[in-house]
């Protein structure tokens, strides 16, 4: 029974190891900064060597080697999203496969092979919070800024962008949906079509006009949060600048450095006060001066995002008429969410098609009832 056990659990990690190594190839193959893709090929070499555990584990066992398969379908999503994008857009999605590695390594902790590997794949989510907040050892300090004053497009992505786009077209998908299937229960279908089409347009509209606001008010603020932190830190730097110097000189103490490199590469980076100000708001605050947010973006990309969910059901109905249009709105609309669903698992981590099937579950339950008071109140047109 324990053979068998094993003989599973081997399987299991050599295919997630294998999906973790074609993975981190590409993000390295895709990366331009030079500390970013070191890191990732250091976790590359990490997993085939987790790999290769496996592998031997399975032939102690008599069992043969399977060969290689085609990626998770999960795994060729993130590296298609992240060609398309940049590697800090998939950042989420990336740490929750490493929640998922995590969480099936530890549903196996009897395995002797299985304690270090995990070990590793805990450090690998660290690493990645690192790359999120900008820390980087210092030999790779001086590479990222020159990368990023020569290729300011890497500076465009973020972790939250793609999980705003997919919530927001969730929301408009979900919303206009209910709205949609409650006035088609509502009126007769002689006067269907066209009260259906006004409803929706004007839900999509408020909704996606509200959603802008809100993404505004709620970027702005956080950013006039962020920079005033930041020019409270500007401010002790000039007015107290051998206390920051201290400050810096701690931080890479703390990070393993020997005393006197470490102050070394305080006073390095006290040289040149802009360089010192973003260490100092990198360390101290978490925050990358130059990655706060826009809030126009934010506002624009909620606006489409939710018009764009919120058009699903109401297309059918702009280009058929009758029962034609509301099944073709159903049949529709059930697939979009089902398939925005399966792209919520790139970012939790969960079986695509169980998010898939749940947003699919909630989105018809959500029309159902509206769809049914409509027809109770059953408005005649």
């Known amino acids: ?10 399987l299991a990690g050599l295919a997630l190891e294998r999906d973790a190594i074609f993975l981190y190839d590409a993000l390295a193959k895709i990366e331009k900064d030079p500390a970013r893709r070191s890191a990732f090929e250091r976790i590359a070499t990490s997993e085939r060597r987790h790999a290769a555990i496996w592998e031997a584990k399975l032939l102690s066992l008599g069992e043969q080697v399977p060969a290689s398969k085609r990626p998770s379908w999960r795994v060729r999503q993130i590296a298609l999203l992240a060609r398309l994008f940049g590697t800090r857009a998939v950042s989420d999605m990336v740490k929750a496969l490493e929640g998922y590695e995590e969480g099936v390594y530890g549903a196996h902790g009897d395995v002797p092979e299985v304690t270090d590997i995990a070990a590793d794949e805990a450090k690998h989510a660290e690493i990645w919070r690192e ?3 900008g ?6 300090r001086a590479a990222l800024a020159e990368t990023k004053a020569r290729e300011p497009w890497h500076r465009a992505g973020n972790s939250g962008t793609l999980r705003a ?3 927001g077209v969730s929301d408009g998908l979900v919303s206009n949906a209910a709205l949609v299937m409650g006035i088609a229960g509502a009126v007769t279908a002689s006067g269907q079509g066209s009260f259906v089409v006004l409803a929706g347009v004007a839900g999509l509209l408020a909704g ?30 000039e007015a107290m600048p051998e ?5 810096i000189a701690a931080i890479y103490r703390a990070r393993g450095f020997p005393d006197d490199e470490a102050k070394a590469i305080a006073k390095r980076l006290m040289g040149d006060p802009k360089i010192a100000l973003e260490t100092l708001v990198r360390e101290e605050l978490g925050l990358d001066p130059e990655e706060l947010g826009s809030p126009w973006g934010a506002a624009l990309g909620s606006f489409f995002s939710f018009a764009i969910g919120a058009l699903v059901p109401l297309l059918p109905f702009i280009l058929l008429a009758g029962t ?8 529709l609309t059930a697939l979009a969410l089902f398939g925005v669903g399966a792209a919520v698992s790139l970012l939790t981590g969960k079986s695509a098609i169980y998010t898939g099937l749940r947003q699919l579950a909630i989105g018809a339950a959500a029309a159902a009832i509206t769809y049914a008071v409509g027809s109770l109140i059953g408005v005649n047109v």
């Open 131 to 133: 790359l999120d907040t």
């Open 135 to 140: 820390k980087s050892n210092g030999a790779h």
């Open 1 to 10: 029974m324990q053979e068998i056990k094993d003989r599973a659990a081997s």
């Open 243 to 247: 206390e920051e110097e201290a400050e």
């Open 165 to 167: 786009i997919i919530f």
């Open 324 to 331: 034609d249009a509301l099944f073709a709105s159903i049949g």
């Open 208 to 237: 996606a006009f509200s959603m802008a606001a809100g993404e505004y008010v709620s970027m702005r603020s956080q950013t006039e949060l962020l920079e005033r932190q930041i020019e409270l830190e500007r401010a002790e730097l």
